[in-house]
């Protein structure tokens, strides 16, 4: 069995993939339409969204496939993303890089696969719109054609998806993006009895560089953040702009204390941006963090309640009241 090869980008593809948050935004009706049109036009065992992290294969819609994951080591679209063009496999039995592998062996029986891969705004290959049937056949150039254009519609999806969870001035995530997010976080949390721990921070005097220097000026300051937001903390972070002033992170696998650390690091990375900005005023900010109570309501808002206000009393103690 040939395991699939790593990527030549991966790296900047895994960050798209997990910036998309296209894996934790659950299953969409859109999305499950075009997979159930698929399987009956192709008349297949199993059309599939498949997105490709690190290690495993998800199924981001399946008709006709009930699986959550498969391991990437083993599975058909991990070859399906290295390549612009479809991987078409008439009979994976007879082709040596599939016919021992435990999906063509096993009870999943798989011989036809056709898998086109799916690009994100930015270029990143994140999965691919496979079919899947348990006898071998052929597929034609026209139904390649056809093939092409639900994985184009997919990714134009994708796109709608990824805009309406994106704060445009910034990148990061919005108020919607962070409202559908932080609820699967805590699903996942909950599942693997890990700690989640939510970041609260609002920009201190930011009305005061709004109104000296402009508009356009205070706006230089949010994305100036933000950036410095991405560079200092992890790819799993959650970097969410919830409006105005106002930002929040969901740090995943890490307690109160790891958080504090985080924001240390963030606080220490502003101080550094302000020494070599240039610019005439600096950026500053009051924080409060908050870890998830496992053995509480599991709701979002009192979570964030709390590291709001916790990031308030900083600001009070700082002399920064609103
Ligand atoms: N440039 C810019 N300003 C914005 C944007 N959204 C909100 N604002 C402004 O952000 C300011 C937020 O007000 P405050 O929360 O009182 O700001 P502050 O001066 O940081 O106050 P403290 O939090 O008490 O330190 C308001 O002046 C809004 O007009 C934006 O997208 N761009």
Same mark, same amino acid.
């Given at each position: ?15 798209? !993939? ?13 999305? #499950? ?21 690190? #290690?495993?294969?998800?199924f981001k819609s399946s008709a006709g496939y009930s699986k959550e994951a498969v391991p990437r080591k083993i599975s058909f679209c991990g070859h399906a993303i290295l390549s612009d063009a479809a991987l078409v496999i008439p009979d994976a039995s007879r082709d040596e890089r599939f016919a021992d592998n435990p999906l063509v062996t096993g009870d999943a029986h798989i011989r036809f696969y056709a898998g086109h891969p799916l690009r994100l705004p930015d270029g990143a290959i994140v999965g691919s ?17 056809? !093939? ?23 990148? !990061? ?37 709004? #109104? ?20 200092? !903390? ?89």
């Amino acid at each position: 069995m040939k395991i699939p090869a790593i990527p030549a980008d991966e790296a900047k593809r895994l960050a798209s !993939l997990h910036d998309s948050g296209l894996l934790e935004s659950g299953v969409t009706e859109r999305l #499950d339409r075009m997979t159930r049109l698929a399987k009956r036009m192709f008349n297949v065992s199993m059309a599939l969204i498949t997105l490709v992290d690190e #290690d495993m294969l998800h199924f981001k819609s399946s008709a006709g496939y009930s699986k959550e994951a498969v391991p990437r080591k083993i599975s058909f679209c991990g070859h399906a993303i290295l390549s612009d063009a479809a991987l078409v496999i008439p009979d994976a039995s007879r082709d040596e890089r599939f016919a021992d592998n435990p999906l063509v062996t096993g009870d999943a029986h798989i011989r036809f696969y056709a898998g086109h891969p799916l690009r994100l705004p930015d270029g990143a290959i994140v999965g691919s719109f496979c079919l899947i049937d348990r006898q071998a056949r052929d597929f034609d150039g026209s139904e390649l054609e056809n !093939l092409k254009d639900f994985a184009l519609i997919v990714e134009d999806e994708f796109a709608v998806m990824s805009a309406a969870t994106t704060d445009e001035l910034t990148g !990061l995530f919005n108020r919607r993006g962070f409202d559908n997010l932080a609820k699967f976080a805590i699903v996942g949390a909950r599942r693997r009895a890990e700690p989640l721990t939510l970041a609260w921070i609002d920009l201190d005097d930011f009305k005061e560089i709004n #109104d000296t220097y402009g508009h356009a000026e205070g706006d230089e300051a949010l994305k100036a953040l933000a950036s410095v937001m991405t560079a200092s !903390l992890r790819e799993a972070d959650l970097r969410v702009r919830y409006g105005g002033d106002e930002f929040a992170i969901v740090f995943s696998g890490t307690d109160e204390q790891g958080a504090w650390i985080a924001m240390q690091h963030l606080v220490e990375q502003v101080d550094e941006w302000n020494r070599h900005s240039g610019k005439p005023w600096k950026l500053a900010f009051s924080w409060g963090i908050s870890e998830f109570d496992h053995g509480g309501s599991g709701e979002l808002r009192p979570w964030m309640k709390d590291a709001d206000q916790k990031m308030y009393a900083m600001k009070v103690k700082n002399n920064k009241g609103r």
